[in-house]
C-alpha cells in the first residue's frame, strides 16, 4: 500500500450481519494498534450498528454505504464482519445505478464477502481476501503478523509446510472463497470466475454431507473444470469425527480433479485467517507447489 493511499485511511462497512457494539470497539481498537488508519464520516458509526434482524439494516441501507463508501475513495473497504446478506446488498446497488465506477477501491474481507470479492474481480478491481474488522482481536500472532506487512509492505511470505492431496505445479491469479456462498452465486451475475484461477476454499460449521454437497454443486456446474489448483484452507467449528471425515471427502475428491490440491492453508473462521490477494487486478500470481508426498508451498509474487 503506498503512503499517500495509506493516508486516506480504510472505510468499514457493515454489507452483511448486524454488529454488537463491543465487537466493534474491539475491531476498531486492533486496527489502530497496526497502525492502520480510518476513514470515520459522520453518522459512520450508528450507519454500521443499524440492525434489521439477521442483517445490518435494510437491503437499501447497506446498498447505499457501499456505494457512499467507494464514492469515497478510502486506501480500502473494509467488511466490519460476514455473517448474510452481501448477496442482497450487491442485488440492491445493482438496482441504484452502476457501482463500479472511477478509479478502483480494495476490498477486504472473506466468508459471506465473497460475493463481494467475486464481483470486484468481474469488474476488475483488487480484492483481498482477508480477516473482517471484528476477526482481528482473535487472530493468532502469525496471521496479524501478515496483516501487517501485507497492509504496511506489501509483503506476502511463502506458506509452507501445506499437505499435498493431489501433487502437481500450476499458477494463476487466486478465486474462490467460502464454499457456501460460492454455491449460492451459481448462476447469478456475480458468479465465481475459476478458469486459469487457484481456487481458495473455506468453510466453518459445514458438517461433511453438506459439503459433499455444495461441493460438488460447484464441480457439476463446471467451476472447477478450468481451475488450475486447489488450495483448502480451514473447515472449523466442527467435531473430531465431522472434521475427519470432511478431510477424508476432499482426500477422495483430490484424486478425480486432474489439478495439484494443497489443504491445511492458513485461511478461514479460526484464529488463522492470513490475507491474501485476490484476482488478477492486485498484480499478484499464485504458484503451488505440491510434491509427491512431500510438503507443498503457495508462494505469491508479482
Known sequence: MSEAASARGVRVIAPSG????????????????????????AGWREGVMAADGHLAGSDEHRATQLRDAIVARPSAIWMARGGYGALRTLDAARRQG??????????WGFS??????????????????????????????????????????????????????????????????????????????????????????????????KVDRLFTQLRLSGAFDRAVALVLGDFSALDATQSAAVAAFFAAEAKTLGIPVVTNAPFGHDRRNAPLPFGEATGYRALVDAPEGGPARLVLRR
Request: hydrophobic share 45%.
Open 18 to 41: 448486524p454488529l454488537h457494539p463491543d465487537a466493534l470497539d474491539a475491531g476498531l481498537a486492533r486496527l489502530a494498534e497496526l497502525g492502520i488508519a480510518a476513514d470515520w464520516p
Open 98 to 107: 452502476e457501482l463500479f465506477d472511477g478509479e478502483p477501491v480494495p476490498l
Open 112 to 209: 459471506d464477502g465473497t460475493v463481494l470479492l467475486s464481483a470486484w474481480d468481474r469488474a476488475g478491481w483488487p480484492g483481498w481476501h482477508a480477516p473482517p474488522m471484528t476477526q482481528l482481536p482473535r487472530l493468532d500472532d502469525e496471521s496479524i503478523a501478515r496483516v501487517r506487512a501485507t497492509w504496511h509492505a506489501d509483503h506476502i511470505a511463502p506458506f509452507e509446510d501445506l499437505v499435498t492431496l493431489a501433487p502437481g505445479q500450476a499458477e494463476g491469479a487466486l478465486a474462490g472463497g467460502n464454499l457456501c456462498m460460492l454455491a449460492s452465486i451459481v448462476g447469478t451475475p456475480w458468479e465465481a470466475r475459476f478458469e486459469g484461477r487457484v481456487v481458495l476454499l473455506e468453510e466453518v460449521g459445514e458438517p461433511a454431507y
